[in-house]
């Protein structure tokens, strides 16, 4: 069967439809889901059959892979990182939601198959209202990576209806919520308390040092 193609609105999404993408990722389902950076592809992050569809639609192992988390502000992420220094602490206030990916260290309760040997985890809280109110209505995270196109031009996906042909087999749902980004987020290593970028993207960390 075919993906379901959901369209939700960021200012105003229906309940209903919602809900139904919530029992989905419940269910073990796999979406792909607008954000403020690029469209992502994603699941709940406690299941393992979900994680390894995510891998594979991805092409990579999921224990060598750098997955990150949607999280829906920083009180949920404190329970996936170890204590954060105060300036990492400071640091994210000042910049979340935004379209950042943090590196942190990971705790316990981050899965066992996702607790690769750098025993990091990447975090993010982005400026849309859709994977926030669903990670929220989850009541955890999801687990994200982004959709990247075989364009030399184009690096990233930006229009639902062209990601939907091209992932409809491969999905549950695809969440058309208006034209993506094609600059992924900036992703900042903050795991020993020092602040370097890995990858500069849309977001410049340097107007909240």
Avoid: W
């Amino acid at each position: 069967m075919p993906a379901e193609y959901i369209k939700l609105y960021p200012e105003n999404p229906d309940p209903r439809r919602v809900r139904k993408i919530v029992e989905t990722l419940e269910a073990g389902g796999v979406i792909i889901y607008p954000t403020d950076t690029v469209y992502g592809l994603g699941c709940a992050i406690f299941n393992q059959k979900a994680i390894q569809r995510v891998a594979q639609i991805k092409g990579v192992k999921p224990e060598k892979h750098d997955f990150s988390f949607i999280c829906y502000d920083l009180s949920d992420i404190s329970e996936y990182t170890r204590a954060l220094g105060n300036k990492v602490f400071k640091l994210m206030k000042k910049s979340l939601p935004g379209p950042f990916t943090f590196i942190l260290e990971a705790s316990n309760k981050v899965p066992k198959l996702l607790n690769n040997k750098k025993k990091t985890v990447g975090i993010r809280v982005p400026d849309h209202a859709i994977p926030r109110l669903l990670v929220k209505e989850l009541g955890q995270p999801i687990l994200t990576t982004s959709i990247r196109d075989e364009d030399d031009v184009i690096e990233y996906s930006t229009d639902p209806e062209l990601i939907y042909e091209k992932y409809k087999d491969l999905v549950d749902i695809i969440i058309d919520g208006g034209y993506g980004n094609n600059v992924a987020s900036t992703v900042v290593d903050c795991t020993n308390d020092e602040i370097t970028i890995i990858r500069q993207g849309l977001g410049e960390i340097d107007e909240y040092l």
